[in-house]
């Protein structure tokens, strides 16, 4: 069986590094806090090119601690993608805010600029913009939206470490960014974690203040926060897999073009486009064909595990029928019956990538 994930794997290949990291944390028992905190912090905030980073307790909470920091109008729209994990448009929802939905771009699946435009009003306070599947969104179109209209630009960058938008990492091309380590992520701990990039220092002391309690220091607490802390454990784990990040992300790359050269042109195939001057990080490599559910049926009879991202586009989810907007997103309704994601990670040999590309060969050709 190829496996879509195989983060036991992933393991097995850094096992000593991690077993010492683990084994040194439990030592010190700094559990909360302590110096692999800081340290993964640091050097996560210099491999993403950021000025600061603080880390919380996962990609969700990242949101919300950086939605409330921005400290926006309350009540004011707040524009996220209609193809994303629910994280990016609950955080909206739940920090007091009212979500907007924006059609996407069928050829990146990240957010259509014409459309965001369309859905600016004078409500409007921010963009959340989701590099989805690890491809940066076109943050040039849509800083040209944020200062036209006065507003705050997040980065949703939880499926895109590592991904680069025109010479610049992503995380800190907007006011504020937001990161999630669950484990199958491209860089994943071994439980919840998240972090927030930012190169504006106010907004980064404000983001630390509200993930923990709301203090300064022990026990002077000048708002009312929250319990979002990075915990020692996690950062000591995420600091070991840093240093292999950078060549999982080039493996991720490779096993693409793998894929690419040997899908094109397949009829009734649609093959991940990737737009000049950009490094994708390939979180995932996703695929669109109108038969998807026969494709996804037929590789896992041949043994190959395939996943959807995702299956109901948001503005269609039970959770937002009160918008009574489903039908605006027309291209995002279109994709989610189509979109099929190939196994792809630095668990994969070239040999599997080749099977798994024999195997949709076949299928198609009959
Ligand atoms: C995974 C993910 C999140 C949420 O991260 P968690 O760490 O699971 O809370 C948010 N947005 C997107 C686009 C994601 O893929």
Redesign the pocket.
């Known amino acids: 069986m190829i496996k879509f994930l195989d983060l036991y794997q992933q393991y097995l290949s850094i096992k000593e590094d991690i077993d010492r990291a683990i084994k040194f944390t439990i030592q010190n028992s700094s559990f909360i806090g302590g110096n692999a905190v800081k340290s993964f912090e640091e050097n996560f905030a210099e491999y993403q090119h950021a000025k600061y980073c603080v880390g919380v307790a996962?990609?969700?909470d990242a949101?919300e601690i950086a939605i409330e920091a921005l400290a926006l109008p309350i009540g004011t729209e707040i524009i996220v993608p209609a193809n994303?994990?629910i994280?990016?448009s609950e955080a909206v929802t739940r920090s007091g805010y009212r979500v907007v939905f924006a059609d996407i771009d069928t050829d990146t699946f990240t957010l259509d600029i014409e459309d965001v435009s369309r859905r600016i009003s004078k409500k409007t306070s921010a963009i959340i913009a989701?590099h989805?599947y690890g491809h940066p969104c076109d943050m040039d179109g849509l800083r040209k939206i944020v200062a036209l209209n006065n507003l705050k630009l997040i980065e949703?960058c939880?499926?895109a470490h590592g991904a680069v938008y025109k010479e610049h990492f992503i995380g800190a091309l907007g006011n504020i960014g937001t990161f999630?380590f669950?484990p199958g992520?491209n860089l994943g701990a071994y439980g919840?974690a998240?972090a927030i990039l930012t190169n504006d220092l106010e907004l980064a002391k404000r983001c630390r203040m509200i993930s923990n309690h709301g203090r300064i220091e022990k026990y002077n607490h000048v708002i009312e926060g929250r319990n979002s802390r990075l915990d020692g454990l996690q950062a000591a784990i995420l600091n070991v897999k840093l240093k292999y990040l950078e060549l999982w992300i080039v493996r991720r790359n490779n096993i693409a073009q793998r894929y690419i050269n040997g899908l094109y042109g397949i009829n009734g195939l649609e093959l991940p486009l990737i737009m000049p001057d950009i490094r994708h990080a390939f979180h995932l490599f996703v695929i669109r064909t109108k038969r998807r559910d026969e494709l996804k049926r037929f590789l896992l009879e041949h043994g190959i595990e395939t996943a959807i991202h995702y299956p109901i586009a948001l503005p269609k989810l039970e959770a937002y029928a009160y918008l009574r907007q489903s039908s605006q997103y027309m291209k995002a309704s279109v994709i989610d019956s189509q979109l099929l994601s190939l196994p792809i990670g630095e668990h994969l040999a070239n040999d599997d990538v080749d099977y798994i590309v024999k195997s949709i060969r076949s299928f198609f050709e009959n």
Do not use: E
């Open positions: 996962n990609g969700t949101l994303s994990f994280a990016t989701v989805l949703d939880a499926q999630s669950y992520k919840d998240g």
